[in-house]
């Protein structure tokens, strides 16, 4: 059974950083594409950022360019989601994902229906 672990969620303040982790169970990770989508309470599930299999391609939503970093370490079959400069409109349930694609792939995935795995979500709260 695939499993999906988010870690690094909590409270900071406006202007803060961290840093979330996902262990993925994946016998094949360096196989998938990785994603970051989060959810605000009453609002729809948004894409956050995607890294490809081969760790070579990375694409944001405009809102956290800049801000936010997504990278993977194959070896630790481990994806991340640096956070700096947070604002309270990041606040949200961050999810990762896992879509198949192909080993060493540049191909980005954007979209929710992609990705096949899903964790269960970590908590982000801004103050302001």
């Known amino acids: 059974q695939v499993q999906l672990v988010e870690s690094g969620g909590g409270l900071v303040q406006a202007g803060g950083s961290l840093r979330l982790s996902c262990a993925a169970s994946?016998?094949?990770?360096?196989?998938?594409?990785m994603g970051w989508f989060r959810q605000a309470p009453g609002k729809e599930r948004e894409f956050v950022a995607a890294?490809?299999?081969?760790?070579?391609?990375?694409t944001y939503v405009d809102s956290v360019k800049g801000r936010f970093t997504i990278s993977r370490d194959n070896a630790k079959n481990t994806v991340y989601l640096q956070m700096n400069s947070l604002k309270p409109e990041d606040a949200a349930v961050y999810y990762c994902?896992?879509?198949?694609?192909?080993?060493?792939?540049?191909?980005?995935?954007?979209?929710?229906?992609?990705?096949?795995?899903w964790g269960q979500g970590t908590q982000v709260t801004v103050s302001s």
């Open positions: 994902a896992a879509g198949a694609t192909s080993p060493i792939s540049s191909r980005l995935l954007t979209a929710e229906y992609q990705y096949r795995y």
């Open positions: 994946l016998r094949t990770f360096n196989s998938y594409a």
């Open positions: 890294i490809s299999a081969g760790a070579g391609s990375t």
